[in-house]
């Protein structure tokens, strides 16, 4: 990420947040003839202690210098969650702590998780890198999902299926939701690993061939943990509902477990159970 890109991502995240968040939610008056969503820039310089014209050069993109200790007032004013907060000071700390990329070179699994997925049998499970191609999944995920082992690796990026597959479209009842948890992921990968130039080509690439992908990311949160619920239609089993949970895997690689859970007091569990039956027959 060059520090233009840097200054305009550092821009859009802040007007985001500022659009938000009510007058009500931060303790202020609602006023009258507010003209867009949540605060304006002079609210959130006062919440934060720091003048309206400095906020706004901020928030406008320029090339000003941020103190740890104001940009953790600007956090607070803006109710930031912790996740948000470390993405607000990568962006703005050009030169603070980065994470050092990783070797270019294919993550493994190790069998230990190997053992985990194939044990949650009634849960789909899919493992991603931090560019969010798949590198593993279990047999519940290509029940429900679809058969990953006929796409070729290079097409494996979770981010591009879900634009590009009719499948995954088809599947989710809420498909906007299920995408935008996965953009909130990448969101938070791209905050953190600053140095690394693949995201920004990425992301014009999709940019340029889904315009629904422009409108989703422009809007989407920073959460390296997203829970969600999720409404799957799938042909063959109907209505199932999801929980997903999100882990990052310790250890050489970062990597990013993806559990979809049963919801309780739902027959998903028993459908997805037949589902795998019928498929081994």
């Known amino acids: 990420m060059n520090h233009q890109t840097r200054l305009q991502a550092l821009s859009t995240f802040l007007k985001n947040a500022r659009s938000r968040l009510t007058p009500a939610a931060a303790g202020l008056p609602e006023g ?6 949540g605060l304006r820039r002079e609210e959130v310089a006062q ?7 400095w906020y706004t050069w901020l928030e ?3 090339d000003i210098k941020a ?34 990329l990783p070797k270019e070179e294919d993550p493994q699994i190790s069998p230990s998780l190997r053992k985990i997925m194939q044990e949650l049998r009634s849960c789909p499970v899919i493992v991603s890198d931090r560019r969010c191609y798949i590198v593993g999944w279990n047999e519940a995920a290509s029940h429900v999902f679809m058969d990953f082992e006929q796409i070729p690796p ?11 597959r009719r499948e995954f479209k088809r599947l989710a009842v809420n498909w906007e939701q299920f995408a935008s948890g996965f953009l909130s992921m990448f969101r938070a990968y791209y905050g953190q690993y600053v140095d690394d130039g693949w995201y920004e080509q ?13 409108r989703l990311w422009e809007s989407s949160d920073v959460s390296f943990a997203p829970e969600v619920l999720l409404e799957f239609r799938h042909a063959k089993a109907r209505k199932m509902l999801f929980q997903l949970t999100s882990l990052q895997v310790h250890g050489s690689y970062d990597l990013r477990c993806s559990i979809y859970t049963p919801a309780p007091d739902t027959n998903t569990e028993s459908k997805l159970t037949l589902l795998m039956a019928e498929g081994s027959e």
Do not use: W
């Open 154 to 164: 290079e097409q494996r990026n979770m981010i591009q299926l879900l634009f590009t």
């Open 67 to 100: 103190s740890a200790s104001v940009l953790d007032c600007i956090a607070s004013a803006l109710q930031l969650t912790a996740d948000e907060r470390k993405y607000l000071f990568s962006l703005a700390h050009e030169n603070g702590p980065a994470l050092r």
């Open 47 to 53: 919440l934060a202690g720091v003048s309206a014209t």
């Open 202 to 214: 990425f992301l014009s690439e999709m940019k340029a061939a889904h315009p629904d992908f422009d």
């Open 32 to 37: 009258t003839r507010r003209r867009t969503p």
């Open 60 to 62: 406008q993109g320029r």
